[in-house]
């Protein structure tokens, strides 16, 4: 079946820094989507991607949906507390609906005092 | 608005025993869905609902059951629990099936069983 790696697993980042993530698909996408999960509590859209090339940026976060249809990327600029939690790259296939999504294991994203 | 709304957070069975997860909407949702999360691994669908009476299998269905007497409710059935059915559940609601819809998930519903 499709599969989505999404890397890395876990980053240790000192508040200010800024962070990047990726996610990598063995068949191309419609549509890649990047959603963040706080402790305790479900999933929640940060930026959709619909078209190859695109770069959409919601604050200081900022995704792009890759040329080749199989990657997508994440960089959140000069991270503060609020940004720890899990975040995870998801594709939709051409036809599939909007609650038939591929996830990736998520990148857990950690602030070291 | 509550959004989507799960019940109860934790919950522990035993081996063999059922139980019914719910789940609740008030956006006027047609599109209804299961998911569960294992550690390492991403959201898998258990079920959808593409609106009330209309129910379908998803990637992971066996051992669980759904019903969508209204639109506001998508309760999750496990007949006869079995440890891996361990792990944690979400319900989501969409307005659209396709295009610029997002998935709104509910808290959750951690599940053990021993």
């Known amino acids: 079946g499709q599969q989505l790696n999404q890397s890395p697993q876990s980053m240790f980042i000192q508040e200010g820094e800024d962070v990047s993530m990726n996610c990598t698909s063995s068949?191309?996408?419609?549509?890649w989507l990047w959603y963040k999960q706080d402790p305790g509590e479900g999933p929640v859209l940060l930026i959709a991607?619909?078209?190859a090339g695109e770069l959409t940026s919601n604050g200081r976060l900022t995704a792009q949906f890759g040329i080749t249809r199989k990657d997508s990327f994440l960089n959140i600029s000069a991270s503060i507390p609020s940004d720890v939690g899990i975040y995870f790259c998801?594709?939709?296939?051409?036809?599939?609906?909007?609650?038939?999504?591929?996830w990736g294991a998520g990148t857990k994203l950690i602030i070291k005092p | 608005n509550a959004g989507v709304t799960q019940t109860p957070k934790f919950q522990v069975l035993k081996t063999g025993q059922s139980m019914t997860l719910q789940c609740a909407q008030d956006?006027?949702?047609?599109?209804m869905s299961w998911y569960r999360q294992d550690p390492g691994m991403g959201l898998r669908l258990i079920h959808y609902?593409?609106?009330?009476?209309?129910?379908d299998q998803g990637e992971v269905p066996n051992g669980y059951n759904v019903s969508r007497s209204t639109t506001e409710d998508f309760p999750l059935r496990l007949l006869s629990a079995a440890p891996s059915q361990t792990s944690v559940y979400f319900c989501?609601?969409?307005?659209?099936?396709?295009?610029?819809?997002?998935?709104?998930f509910g808290n959750g519903t951690r599940l053990t069983v021993t």
């Open positions: 989501a609601s969409t307005l659209y099936d396709r295009g610029n819809s997002p998935l709104h």
């Open positions: 956006m006027n949702h047609e599109y």
């Open positions: 609902s593409v609106g009330a009476g209309i129910t």
């Open positions: 068949s191309i996408f419609n549509t």
């Open positions: 991607l619909y078209k």
């Open positions: 998801a594709g939709r296939n051409f036809g599939d609906s909007n609650y038939q999504l591929i």
